[in-house]
């Protein structure tokens, strides 16, 4: 779509509105027709195509302004036998982790014919594995099925996350620790969650650290980077420009606090602790 809602005087904004004045309307606009939180997207032109700046975002179903399909960069082969996830533990050993890729090794409960030597190193069995379903599962896989089914954790999996020192950061139910970003409460704050949402739109201020704002950057939550995390950001997750997580969703395990304003900003610490799904936009009149 071309135009936005800009929710401080409901007037319509154009895409060239936005890119003259970006300050003004950044996380302040929404779908005019389904009132969803909606993100500026440049235009460019490539070989094959050539793409007017737009606005994109996760319309309600049946929305008549969406010109952009969203499709969300999920690897097939993650995605696995997902009817047949088991409901047992989750254990994140972020030792094993770099960059995107966060194992989180998942016991399925199945046995295969072989012998194996679980007795001895049952972590090892759950990594390896020898009846082929798909055991590590990332946090990014986690986020996947969050996103599918926000009553995920409701099989009530537990989960561990060890940090390189060997501290479980998190250890208990795997519902106890998911906090949806746009719903924190006061008794979230402090202690290690396991926080996931959608980045709406994100901002980079004056010092080079990276906001990653779930809304209205004024009241509604941030994740906060500062220019090292940026910059182990780009560099993990083959990034571009920043501007690539407009839209994403994002799962990070994290602490978060209140700003003396009151607004909750989510502070990464390493960039190991965080992962996004990504959403390639396809322009359908192209
Ligand atoms: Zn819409």
Same mark, same amino acid.
């Given at each position: 779509m071309i135009y936005a809602k800009y929710i401080e005087d409901g007037t319509l904004c154009s895409t060239s509105d936005y890119s003259n004045e970006p300050e003004k309307y950044r996380g302040l606009i929404i779908c005019p027709?389904? *009132?969803?939180?909606?993100?500026? &997207?440049?235009?460019?032109?490539?070989?094959?195509?050539?793409?007017?700046? !737009?606005?994109?975002?996760?319309?309600?179903?049946? !929305? @008549?302004? +969406?010109?952009?399909?969203?499709?969300?960069?999920?690897? /097939?082969?993650?995605?696995? @036998?997902?009817?047949?996830?088991?409901?047992? *533990?989750?254990?994140?050993?972020? *030792?094993?982790? @770099?960059?995107?890729?966060?194992?989180?090794?998942?016991?399925? /409960?199945?046995?295969?014919?072989? /012998?194996?030597?679980? &007795? +001895?190193?049952?972590?090892?069995?759950?990594?390896?594995? +020898?009846?082929?379903?798909?055991?590590?599962?990332?946090?990014?896989?986690?986020?996947?099925?969050? !996103?599918?089914?926000? /009553?995920?954790?409701?099989?009530?999996?537990?989960?561990?996350?060890v940090a390189d020192s060997g501290r479980k950061i998190i250890d208990g139910q795997l519902k106890d620790y998911l906090v949806p970003i746009n719903s924190i409460a006061s008794n979230q704050l402090a202690e290690s969650r396991i926080f996931w949402g959608t980045i709406n739109n994100l901002n980079e201020d004056k010092n080079g650290r990276l906001w990653l704002n779930y809304g209205d950057y004024r009241t509604e939550p941030s994740i906060l980077l500062d220019k090292n995390q940026k910059t182990d950001l780009l560099r993990n997750f083959k990034l571009k420009s920043v501007s690539e997580l407009d839209g994403s969703d994002v799962i990070i395990v994290s602490h978060a606090g209140r700003s003396p304003n009151g607004k909750i900003i989510i502070k990464s610490s390493f960039t190991k602790y965080m992962s996004f799904r990504r959403y390639s936009a396809e322009n359908i009149e192209s």
């Open positions: 027709e389904c *009132d969803k939180k909606t993100w500026y &997207t440049k235009g460019f032109t490539t070989e094959k195509v050539e793409r007017m700046a !737009c606005f994109a975002a996760h319309h309600k179903e049946g !929305c @008549n302004a +969406s010109t952009v399909l969203l499709s969300a960069e999920d690897n /097939d082969s993650e995605e696995g @036998n997902e009817s047949e996830l088991p409901s047992t *533990d989750i254990r994140v050993d972020l *030792d094993k982790s @770099n960059g995107q890729s966060i194992y989180v090794s998942q016991d399925n /409960d199945k046995h295969g014919e072989e /012998d194996s030597d679980w &007795t +001895s190193s049952p972590q090892k069995k759950a990594i390896g594995g +020898s009846n082929g379903y798909p055991l590590n599962k990332s946090l990014r896989q986690l986020l996947t099925h969050l !996103c599918k089914n926000p /009553d995920y954790a409701e099989r009530g999996q537990s989960i561990t996350i």
